[in-house]
């Protein structure tokens, strides 16, 4: 655990993946490196379920910070092809957070939770010593449905179409330039700064999840978090035991990504990209999925094919997974020169 983030495949397999506790008949997907969520099934019903950290960085704006917040929350279990439903939360906050803060946040989260149907079951809420932000608790969305329903992350098979929404970088963007927007001033123009704030708005797979869901056979999702594109690619193809081969200039780019990656000296490919989501999909349902897609004003283009054999191929040349993301070393550098 040299580096800061998510933990790479080889930790997970040797200390946690062995370590799962009892086996149960009833939990159908348990834990995997790169898959967003597990599954168990109680009274015949699918119980998706995914946990992740409460992020909240309060120089975003507390309302702003606890959209972004949720969101992450949703994301992993909304992959899993199945409408959220439950919410069970962990709020441990520094000290130093106001009653007003607080509440904005809660009221945050329960406006967002009435949109979706979600209702909060349980949770814990406290002030400690020694927590910090911008990790602040944690979180376990649920979402429960008909097991034939499920999107499994493995399920990819050889000819259906790789499709991708909004592409590269989307939070290592959004959420850089909201924060040093002072500094990219100095040196980028103002309708570029202001293209890559606009993708905080993006940082949201959920609604690209259940429409896409919703509009056809989609055979596997994946969010595109750590590691961004490539390292989401290479997942869904470990995941299901196949290929895939992708046209890099056939994947979507939004406004600002670009300029705001090479200003903070990151490669946008491999850079965390939270409401990016990585589908495959039935030929014959490409179309439609790409159609409801776009009805619902969602930036997406199908990038490629799987195929039988393993890893990713990105115009003829095969791509390994980032393993280290760097926005987590972009944000801690610029951090650092604010102080």
Known sequence: MDNLGKVDRAFFEEYIYPHLGAERDDVTLSPQHGVDFGVFEVGG????????P??????????????????????????????PTHLAVDFNLPPEITDEEFETI???????????????????????????????????AMAVG?????????????????LLTKGPAVEATGLLSIQFEEMMEDELREDTVEDAKDRFYDMSPVEDALVSAEAGNVTAMHDATEGGVHGALVEMARA??????VNRDSIPILPGVLEACDFFDIDPWESISEGTLLLSVAPENAVSVLAALDEADILAAEIGEVREGDGVVIDGERISHPEVDPFWGAFEEFMGRLE
């Not at 019903?45 to 992740?52: F, H, N, S, W």
């Not at 814990?124 to 020694?130: D, E, I, M, S």
């Not at 329903?149 to 000819?159: C, F, H, S």
């Open 146 to 162: 008909d097991p034939d329903d499920i999107v499994r992350p493995n399920g990819a098979n050889p000819g259906d179409r790789v």
């Open 106 to 140: 809660w009221k945050t989260f329960d406006r967002e939770a009435k949109k979706l149907g979600v209702s909060v079951v349980t949770g814990h809420t406290a002030r400690y010593a020694g927590c910090n932000y911008p990790m602040v608790g944690g979180a376990n």
């Open 240 to 245: 299901s035991g196949v290929r895939l081969d």
């Open 54 to 83: 409460i992020f909240i960085m309060p120089s975003l704006g507390f309302e702003r910070a606890a959209w972004f917040a949720f969101h992450i929350i949703m994301s992993d279990v909304a992959v899993s092809g199945l409408t």
């Open 45 to 52: 019903k699918a119980v998706a379920t995914a946990t992740d």
